[in-house]
T-cell receptor, first 117, second 111 residues
Framework: NAGVMQNPRHLVRRRGQEARLRCSPM?????VYWYRQLPEEGLKFMVY????????ESGMPKERFSAEFPKEGPSILRIQQVVRGDSAAYFC???????????????FGPGTRLTVL | GQQLNQSPQSMFIQEGEDVSMNCTSS?????WLWYKQEPGEGPVLLIA?????ELTSNGRLTAQFGITRKDSFLNISASIPSDVGIYFC???????????FGTGTLLAVQP
């Protein structure tokens, strides 16, 4: 059973460009979470999605950031007009239960390290 | 907002020593998770705790969910060099299961 897959592992963008980060959850998981980690810090929640729905986006910056999890295909975190402050590691996690059951557990992917020049 | 205080910030120990780290929260959590992260990788789940008072082991690791639901600890017994990494606690308690992460404990083990 493959784990959470993320690509690319490393992404370099110039200021003003767009960054697209992809996440494929574990098989059988329909709940996806995105987190951001700045150097020397813990992970910070950004957004929680279930297939075709955004459940909680309380951690997403109001501008330039968007996320989707279509019926088919991976979840996408999109950052438009990147700035240097967007440089960070972005992690995706998936879980089997989401809010539908107690005792849910999130499993993380290897992350995408975004560098903005 | 919810905050997690994790301590100690770092530990430098000799191989074979036991290690203890803990997290405290300003609010109640329903789930506590402990992860280990190595450089350039994502967090790897070590132990999951779902009930107040629960004590769970995974090999040399033992973790407990505090009775007040506001704290948790992780113990590592007889540490080995491959235990090196950053250990994070994470809790969830809201309606959407989003995780709140601690600030991490850097563990260094000298052979």
């Amino acid at each position: 059973n493959a784990g959470v897959m993320q690509n690319p592992r490393h992404l370099v963008r110039r200021r003003g460009q767009e960054a697209r980060l992809r996440c494929s959850p574990m098989k059988g998981h329909s709940h996806v979470y995105w987190y951001r980690q700045l150097p020397e810090e813990g992970l910070k929640f950004m957004v929680y999605l279930q297939k075709e729905n955004i459940i909680d986006e309380s951690g997403m910056p109001k501008e330039r950031f968007s996320a989707e999890f279509p019926k088919e295909g991976p979840s996408i975190l999109r950052i438009q007009q990147v700035v240097r402050g967007d440089s960070a590691a972005y992690f995706c996690a998936s879980s089997p239960l989401g809010t539908s059951g107690g005792g849910d557990t999130q499993y993380f992917g290897p992350g995408t390290r975004l560098t903005v020049l | 907002g919810q905050q997690l205080n994790q301590s100690p910030q770092s530990m430098f120990i000799q191989e074979g020593e036991d290690v203890s780290m803990n997290c405290t929260s300003s609010s109640i959590f329903n789930t506590w998770l402990w992860y280990k992260q190595e450089p350039g990788e994502g967090p790897v789940l070590l132990i999951a705790l779902y009930k107040a008072g629960e004590l769970t082991s995974n090999g040399r690791l033992t973790a407990q969910f505090g009775i007040t639901r506001k704290d948790s600890f992780l113990n590592i017994s007889a540490s080995i060099p491959s235990d090196v990494g950053i250990y994070f606690c994470a809790g969830s308690g809201g309606a959407t299961n989003k995780l709140i992460f601690g600030t991490g404990t850097l563990l260094a083990v000298q052979p």
